[in-house]
T-cell receptor, first 113, second 111 residues
Framework: GAVVSQHPSWVICKSGTSVKIECRSL??????MFWYRQFPKQSLMLMATSNEGSKATYEQGVEKDKFLINHASLTLSTLTVTSAHPEDSSFYICSVAGNYEQYFGPGTRLTVT | GQNIDQPTEMTATEGAIVQINCTYQTSGFNGLFWYQQHAGEAPTFLSYNVLDGLEEKGRFSSFLSRSKGYSYLLLKELQMKDSASYLC????????????FGAGTRLAVHP
C-alpha cells in the first residue's frame, strides 16, 4: 500500500490565525486525496475530495473559503485552516485513494487557543 | 441520505471471540471496509468485502450480506492490544472511492 505522511503531527495556533497542513504520498501517485476531520470519540467526517490539478469538492456544510485545499502535484495536497477558531480544534486526517481502498496519513492534531 | 450503524461500545475478555455488527443504508455500494483505530492515531485497514460471504484473514474475519445491508467483523483469540475503535465504512458509487464512515465501535479487552 501507499505510505502517506502528514506535517505537522500537531500544531497549536492562536485564534484568528491560519495554519497549513501538508499531506504527502511518498510512494504512490495520488491523483485523488481526501481530507477528514475527527472530533474526540467521534468517527471520521469527510470534509473534501481533492483531485490533482483541479478544484476540491467539498462536503455539505464545509466552508470552502475557510478550509482551503490545494492539490498541485501527485505527491502533495495541503489543507489551510484560515482564521482558525477554537471550534476548529480537531484531528485532521488525509488519505490517498488507491485502486479500491484508501491509505491514511498519521493525522494532525490542531489546537486553537 | 447515508446511514451506517454500529454499536457504540463493547467489552470482551482476553482470549475470547467478539463480533462487531454494522448495518448500512447508502446511496450506492462499492464495497465495505473495516478499519482499526487506536486513540490519536490514523485508521489502519483490516478488511474489504464487495461480494457476499466471509473473508478470513488470520484472527480477523469479515462477513457481508448485500441484500440485508449487513456486515460483521469477527475477532478471535482477543489480545489486549485489540482494544481500539473499529470503524465500518462503505464505499459509495460515483467515483473516487469515497468512503462514508460509521461512528465506530470502541472495544475494550479485559484480562
Amino acid at each position: 500500500g501507499a505510505v502517506v505522511s502528514q506535517h505537522p503531527s500537531w500544531v497549536i495556533c492562536k485564534s484568528g490565525t491560519s495554519v497549513k497542513i501538508e499531506c504527502r504520498s511518498l510512494d504512490f501517485q495520488a491523483t485523488t486525496m481526501f481530507w477528514y476531520r475527527q472530533f474526540p470519540k467521534q468517527s471520521l467526517m469527510l470534509m473534501a475530495t481533492s483531485n490533482e490539478g483541479s478544484k476540491a469538492t467539498y462536503e455539505q456544510g464545509v466552508e470552502k473559503d475557510k478550509f482551503l485545499i490545494n492539490h498541485a502535484s501527485l505527491t502533495l495536497s495541503t489543507l489551510t485552516v484560515t482564521s482558525a477558531h477554537p471550534e476548529d480544534s480537531s484531528f485532521y486526517i488525509c488519505s490517498v485513494a488507491g485502486n479500491y481502498e484508501q491509505y491514511f496519513g498519521p493525522g494532525t492534531r490542531l489546537t486553537v487557543t | 441520505g447515508q446511514n451506517i450503524d454500529q454499536p457504540t461500545e463493547m467489552t470482551a475478555t482476553e482470549g475470547a471471540i467478539v463480533q462487531i455488527n454494522c448495518t448500512y443504508q447508502t446511496s450506492g455500494f462499492n464495497g465495505l471496509f473495516w478499519y482499526q483505530q487506536h486513540a490519536g492515531e490514523a485508521p489502519t485497514f483490516l478488511s474489504y468485502n464487495v461480494l457476499d460471504g466471509l473473508e478470513e484473514k488470520g484472527r480477523f474475519s469479515s462477513f457481508l450480506s448485500r441484500s440485508k445491508g449487513y456486515s460483521y467483523l469477527l475477532l478471535k483469540e482477543l489480545q489486549m492490544k485489540d482494544s481500539a475503535s473499529y470503524l465500518c465504512a462503505v464505499s459509495i458509487s460515483g467515483g473516487y472511492n469515497k468512503l462514508i464512515f460509521g461512528a465506530g465501535t470502541r472495544l475494550a479487552v479485559h484480562p
